[in-house]
């Protein structure tokens, strides 16, 4: 059988970096990669090609959602053939997965996939932000059997207190880890297996109207430089922007989490598809279109479409 693990959070909260570490205590297996973004074009995959297991990718929405659920379960099927050891699959920022645990305990469906739990990665400097106007949050919280609250040397004691406080509100029964750069051991696989023996009570699956989401063409002609001061124009009114853009100096990856922006070169391959575009995502309230469209009017020419 193939064991299965999720790993959840949302927007920011450190799961590509939180993923690498993880896939190293399966050293010697087969594992297979299964990423899922909510943009048009993924960004993860990309930044996670290079770790030596089987990668798939399922953009354009949650892999929980109806949209989306018929490519996640032929992901699945066609992974019998390949018979991994271990299926990773990193879910969306953005995606609900309450129906996760009901998805495979269905008899019969995926006989071959023993589905190990939920890892939830929570932001310690922004979650109680997050918690408070994303609906997702708590339903990622509801669905995990472990939380790790990462980013823990960015906040202070009490930024920590607050979402530590947070998360056993809600839920109480969770086992919790602490970390910094998605440091993890071992010890995590011994908890989750211990969490399973009383996993959590199903909660209802409801959409979350709180999101919204852009994609931002960029054109080729802009620097580095208008970039990143392009993206500050609009990130304080978004949960997250990302993408891979071609520059006059080459490809950087934008990689936005608040008001946060980072703009590095990136010389690794990227597959054309995935240039040009940036994925950016905000709530209920934040207005985020008409800053984008201000954004285009001080940099003319370097956004070609807002889709």
Avoid at 82 to 107: H, N, W
Wanted: proline fraction near 5%.
């Amino acid at each position: 059988m193939s064991r299965l693990y999720l790993i959840t959070g949302f927007l920011g909260a450190g799961k590509t970096t939180f993923l690498k570490n993880f896939i190293r205590l399966f050293a010697g297996q087969k594992i297979q990669l299964i990423v899922n973004e909510f943009g048009k074009e993924g960004v993860d995959g990309a930044l996670l090609s290079d770790l030596g297991a089987f990668l798939e990718e399922i953009s354009g929405g949650s892999v929980f959602c109806s949209c989306r659920l018929d490519q996640f379960e032929k992901v699945l099927r066609e992974s019998e053939a390949l018979s991994p050891d271990v299926i990773l699959v990193e879910a969306s920022g953005l995606s609900d997965p309450t129906g996760v645990r009901k998805l495979f305990a269905q008899s019969g469906r995926f006989p071959w996939i023993d589905y190990r739990g939920a890892v939830c990665l929570v932001d310690a400097v922004r979650f109680p932000k997050l918690y408070a106007t994303a609906r997702t949050c708590q339903k990622q919280l509801a669905s995990s059997d472990l939380a790790v609250v990462n980013k823990t040397d960015c906040a202070s004691p009490e930024q920590l207190a607050e979402t530590l406080s947070l998360i056993k509100g809600q839920r109480p029964d969770l086992p919790l880890l602490q970390t910094s750069f998605g440091q993890i051991g071992e010890e995590i696989l011994s908890m989750l297996d211990k969490a399973r023996e009383n996993p959590p009570e199903e909660m209802p699956l409801t959409a979350d109207l709180t999101l919204r989401k852009l994609m931002v063409r960029v054109s080729p002609e802009i620097t580095p430089y208008e970039l990143r001061k392009m993206i500050e124009m609009f990130a304080e009114d978004t949960f997250r922007v990302k993408g891979f853009v071609r520059t006059t100096e080459g490809i950087f990856l934008a990689d936005c989490v608040g008001n946060v922006v980072s703009v590095e070169r990136w010389d690794k391959e990227v597959p054309e598809s995935h240039l040009g575009w940036l994925n950016v995502l905000s709530g209920a309230g934040m207005p985020v279109g008409k800053a984008v469209k201000e954004a285009a009017r001080w940099y003319p020419g370097k956004i070609l479409a807002i889709e």
